[in-house]
Each structure stands twice: as structure tokens, then as C-alpha cells.
């Protein structure tokens, strides 16, 4: 089975009850769709991050989309990977860009061993809702 070990978790804001954390609970949130998953209010460049416990290189994210409607809500998200926190991690380099995940589909991206200990997914523009389902990141020393 699939293991990881993160620090903090955060989002730019939280619709309801879809917290950050639910992005990271190792449940893809395919069978309960509306307990497992994170999600921010419609807002302008929405953004989700995690810390690591210390600075890892990190080979890959794998990205989990929503499975019962509004899949769109990935579109364009930005895999972000670094060691700052300026404008709330979302100025660290991109890993990857993800143009779209089809329903219930979980995207392996490859970051190549980017060293960070922040990782951030931001969708950027106006009117943009970023919802998570699950995000598993593969990484090592």
C-alpha cells in the first residue's frame, strides 16, 4: 500500500466541509464523494499546500479528479514544488501544468526529483474553484 508522511495542510479558503486535509486522507474520495475531497470557495487563484516534514526530492504528484459532476475544476491547475513560502508558496517552480483529469481518473505527473518542502496546487485566475480528491506525492531524500 501507498504510505506517505506530510506535515500541515492548507487551502486558500474551504467550501463547507471539504477541508484540505481531505486531499491527503488516502482516500480518493470516489465512493464518498462528498466526505472525501477538499474544495475552496470560488475565488481568484485558489490554492491548496502541504509541507513536508523536511525537504524531500519529489518524483512525482499523482492527482485524483472528482468522480459525480464539475470535473472542469482541476483545469489548469499548477503543480508547484520549493522552498518559500512568498505569496503563500505559489511562486515556487512548476512541476507540471494539468490541463484536465477525465471523472474518477487519477494523473501521475513527473516532477523529476524537484527538491521542496512545500508542495502547492493553484488554479490561477478569477472565478476558479479547486477541488481535490486525492494527491499522493512520491518523494526521497
Not at 509541507?51 to 475544476?73: F, G
Request: glycine share 10%; charged share 15%.
Amino acid at each position: 500500500t501507498f504510505k506517505q508522511i506530510l506535515g500541515a495542510v492548507i487551502q486558500s479558503s474551504t467550501s463547507g466541509d471539504w477541508f484540505a486535509e481531505k486531499a491527503i486522507d488516502g482516500n480518493r474520495g470516489l465512493q464518498q464523494l462528498y466526505t472525501g475531497c477538499s474544495s475552496t470557495h470560488n475565488q481568484t487563484n485558489p490554492w491548496w499546500r502541504v509541507a513536508l516534514p523536511h525537504i524531500y526530492r519529489v518524483s512525482r504528484v499523482v492527482d485524483t479528479n472528482r468522480n459525480d459532476c464539475c470535473t472542469e475544476q482541476l483545469n489548469g491547475a499548477e503543480i508547484r514544488i520549493g522552498n518559500s513560502l512568498e505569496n503563500n508558496g505559489n511562486n515556487n517552480p512548476i512541476c507540471a501544468v494539468i490541463p484536465a483529469i477525465p471523472a474518477g481518473e487519477s494523473y501521475s505527473y513527473s516532477c523529476g526529483g524537484m527538491e521542496g518542502r512545500y508542495v502547492n496546487l493553484i488554479i490561477p485566475g478569477n472565478m476558479k474553484i479547486l477541488t481535490l480528491c486525492e494527491v499522493e506525492l512520491h518523494y526521497h531524500v
